[in-house]
């Protein structure tokens, strides 16, 4: 077994990162404190350069390169963010690097990667399908393969966070913190608790991608068989042997959130606080509000990881999200096809205060009469009673309504 990283590594980690890396902040929400009830400080990792925080993680350990690995270049796989963290950081240190990515990654992360230096090759369907492309690179051009998590320069890069947040909050009672492959949690972890044993920290997992919880569950490391959620920067099958030691050792409890608890989060963060959140980067305040009664009135720290979402997975976690909180309707119904009666199904709408986004005329629907036509409205609306309110007064009106769902995230 590889040889855990120790406090002492951390402060290293954090004194050669001094000028590299930003100090983020950590900031409170009034408003999500109190839909909680306790105070909840957000370490704003996703206002890190390059996005996120794995740019500590990935230089710690290209500082320790030799003269002669920095002439091989390094080699890594990354669903994105781990990519943009080495691409910045062999730049900065002057080698050169290749960087293996899934082949559904997320293009503005893979646009961000070639942005910094380094070339780009897209291999596979997961983070797993990439590493081992990474690992036949490695071995073929002696280029160094830079892990992800599993790596004590790495971990104790990661680990720095967790030194800022127990400087700046030596009150804290627990720490809430993403679990992909592990590396951030077991860092953060180790360094939180060098510092004060009593702090508990809790790992939270994507319900599609929990293979950390698994192997927690079972004793020993258990590689899943699909990693499938938008929280892509935890999407990991088979985390590290050396974070799953540590995990086991320093984490008080691992949990799950679902997509929709995630969703939820990430447009919290937006609408509530401004702040732009990929989905690993959400999941500790998903966790926060699916189990308020969980930390009471303790001081909790959660990790926001990342911030590097992409724009059209955004759109459309924004507009479930608001069909969910009966912030906008999708219906259809159908009127005969005379002149103004399409006129007259919005006048009725806009009687009832519900602003039109879209409407969708069709005469060629097969499964309506010929002399009928089926509308297809969007509407945005006040909450869950303003909807029900809607199509109650349509309804009695004679409209037969039909409310469209949205399909999944």
Same mark, same amino acid.
């Given at each position: 077994?590889?040889?855990?990283?120790?406090?002492?590594?951390?402060?290293?980690?954090?004194?050669?990162?001094?000028?590299?890396?930003?100090?983020?902040?950590?900031?409170?929400?009034?408003?999500?404190? @109190?839909? =909680?009830?306790?105070?909840?400080?957000?370490?704003?990792?996703?206002?890190?350069?390059?996005?996120?925080?794995?740019?500590?993680?990935?230089?710690?350990?290209?500082?320790?390169?030799?003269? @002669?690995?920095?002439?091989?270049?390094?080699?890594?796989?990354?669903?994105g963010?781990?990519?943009?963290?080495?691409?910045?950081?062999?730049?900065?240190?002057?080698?050169?690097?290749? =960087?293996?990515?899934?082949?559904?990654?997320?293009?503005?992360?893979?646009?961000?990667?070639?942005?910094y230096?380094?070339?780009?090759?897209?291999?596979?369907?997961?983070?797993?399908?990439?590493?081992?492309?990474?690992?036949?690179?490695?071995?073929?051009?002696?280029?160094?393969?830079?892990?992800?998590? @599993?790596?004590?320069?790495?971990?104790?890069?990661?680990?720095t966070?967790?030194l800022?947040?127990?400087?700046?909050?030596?009150?804290?009672?627990?720490?809430?913190v993403?679990?992909?492959?592990?590396?951030?949690?077991?860092?953060?972890?180790? #360094? #939180? !608790?060098?510092?004060?044993?009593?702090?508990?920290?809790?790992?939270?997992?994507? #319900?599609?991608?929990?293979?950390m919880?698994?192997?927690?569950?079972?004793?020993?490391?258990?590689?899943?068989?699909?990693?499938?959620? =938008?929280?892509?920067?935890?999407?990991? !099958?088979?985390?590290?042997?050396?974070?799953?030691?540590?995990?086991?050792?320093?984490?008080d409890?691992?949990?799950?959130?679902?997509?929709?608890d995630?969703?939820?989060? =990430?447009?919290?963060?937006?609408?509530?606080?401004?702040?732009?959140?990929?989905?690993?980067?959400?999941?500790?305040?998903?966790?926060?509000? !699916?189990?308020?009664?969980?930390?009471?009135?303790?001081?909790?720290?959660?990790?926001?990881?990342?911030?590097?979402?992409?724009?059209?997975?955004?759109?459309?976690i924004?507009?479930?999200?608001?069909?969910?909180?009966?912030?906008?309707?999708?219906?259809?119904?159908?009127?005969?096809?005379?002149?103004?009666?399409?006129?007259?199904?919005?006048?009725?709408?806009?009687?009832?205060?519900?602003?039109?986004?879209?409407?969708?005329?069709?005469?060629?629907?097969?499964?309506?009469?010929?002399?009928?036509?089926?509308? @297809?409205?969007?509407?945005?609306?006040?909450?869950?009673?303003?909807?029900?309110?809607?199509?109650a007064?349509?309804?009695?009106?004679?409209?037969?309504?039909?409310?469209?769902?949205?399909?999944?995230?």
């Amino acid at each position: 077994m590889t040889k855990w990283p120790v406090l002492e590594d951390v402060l290293q980690a954090a004194s050669a990162l001094a000028g590299v890396t930003y100090r983020t902040p950590l900031q409170e929400s009034s408003y999500i404190n @109190d839909l =909680i009830g306790c105070r909840v400080f957000f370490k704003l990792e996703n206002l890190q350069r390059s996005g996120s925080f794995k740019l500590r993680g990935a230089y710690n350990r290209i500082r320790h390169l030799s003269p @002669d690995e920095l002439t091989r270049g390094v080699v890594a796989a990354s669903a994105g963010n781990h990519a943009q963290g080495v691409a910045l950081a062999a730049g900065l240190v002057g080698t050169t690097a290749v =960087i293996v990515t899934p082949e559904g990654a997320s293009l503005n992360k893979i646009e961000a990667t070639r942005s910094y230096g380094a070339e780009v090759r897209q291999i596979g369907e997961s983070f797993d399908d990439a590493f081992r492309e990474a690992e036949r690179i490695a071995e073929e051009t002696g280029r160094v393969l830079i892990h992800a998590f @599993d790596d004590p320069s790495v971990i104790a890069g990661q680990g720095t966070i967790g030194l800022e947040i127990m400087d700046e909050r030596t009150t804290v009672d627990t720490l809430v913190v993403p679990i992909g492959g592990g590396g951030l949690i077991s860092g953060i972890a180790m #360094a #939180a !608790k060098s510092q004060n044993p009593r702090v508990k920290v809790i790992g939270v997992q994507a #319900a599609g991608a929990d293979a950390m919880l698994q192997s927690h569950l079972a004793g020993q490391l258990r590689p899943s068989v699909s990693a499938r959620t =938008i929280a892509d920067g935890i999407a990991v !099958k088979r985390p590290g042997d050396l974070t799953f030691a540590m995990i086991e050792h320093y984490v008080d409890d691992i949990v799950t959130v679902d997509e929709h608890d995630i969703s939820r989060a =990430i447009l919290i963060f937006l609408e509530r606080s401004k702040l732009l959140v990929e989905g690993a980067g959400a999941v500790g305040l998903a966790h926060l509000l !699916k189990n308020q009664s969980s930390v009471g009135n303790q001081t909790v720290a959660t990790v926001v990881s990342g911030g590097n979402i992409d724009v059209t997975l955004l759109s459309r976690i924004i507009e479930k999200g608001l069909v969910e909180e009966g912030r906008q309707l999708h219906l259809k119904t159908v009127i005969p096809d005379r002149p103004g009666q399409l006129s007259r199904l919005l006048e009725r709408v806009a009687g009832l205060k519900a602003n039109v986004v879209r409407v969708n005329h069709e005469r060629w629907d097969p499964f309506i009469a010929p002399q009928d036509v089926s509308v @297809d409205l969007t509407l945005e609306t006040r909450d869950g009673a303003h909807r029900q309110e809607i199509i109650a007064s349509l309804e009695s009106d004679g409209y037969q309504v039909a409310v469209e769902s949205l399909p999944g995230i």
